[in-house]
Every structure is written in structure tokens, then in C-alpha cells.
């Protein structure tokens, strides 16, 4: 015959299982503020990547200059106006 053995747990148990489960959901925003403040270094990362491919490269530059041409005679043609 199988004695089937019924688990009473102590005040002890009771208590530190209490703690663990009040601590899951603490543990778990931590985890996704963790993971959210690494994904935003990784874009800030790639943010300072760009910038700095766009401030190298000769095209962007002279795109740049034409753009900023382009605003000055604008800017000139509508006090005109």
C-alpha cells in the first residue's frame, strides 16, 4: 500500500515563500528597466556612429553647404517679396 505523505509546511517556509513571491515582480522590472537602459545605450551607440559618418564624408558636406546656401537665397527672396 501507498502511504501518501502529506507536506505541512512550517511558519519558516510560509514566510520565505511570501518573500519570494513578493519579490518576482521587483525583480522582474528590474530586469526590463535593465534591458531597456541597454537597448538605449545601443542606440545612442549607433546615434554617435552616424553623426560621425555624416560629419566625415565629403558628400554629406557638400550637401550640407548647398542646403545651407539654398536657406540663405530664400531667406534673402522672401524679405524681397
Known amino acids: 500500500m501507498i502511504q501518501l505523505y502529506h507536506f505541512v509546511p512550517?511558519?519558516?517556509?510560509?514566510?520565505?515563500?511570501?518573500e519570494i513571491l513578493e519579490f518576482?515582480?521587483?525583480?522582474?522590472?528590474?530586469?526590463?528597466v535593465i534591458d531597456f537602459n541597454q537597448v538605449v545605450d545601443e542606440v545612442n551607440r549607433l546615434a554617435?556612429?552616424?553623426v560621425a559618418y555624416l560629419c566625415d564624408s565629403q558628400?554629406?558636406?557638400?550637401?550640407?553647404?548647398?542646403?545651407?546656401?539654398?536657406?540663405?537665397l530664400l531667406s534673402r527672396d522672401r524679405r524681397q517679396i
Not at 512550517?10 to 511570501?18: N, Q, S
Not at 558628400?59 to 550640407?64: H, K
Open 59 to 72: 558628400t554629406i558636406q557638400e550637401c550640407r553647404a548647398c542646403l545651407g546656401v539654398a536657406v540663405i
Open 10 to 18: 512550517t511558519f519558516g517556509e510560509i514566510r520565505k515563500v511570501r
Open 48 to 50: 554617435d556612429k552616424l
Open 24 to 32: 518576482l515582480p521587483i525583480a522582474f522590472i528590474r530586469f526590463l
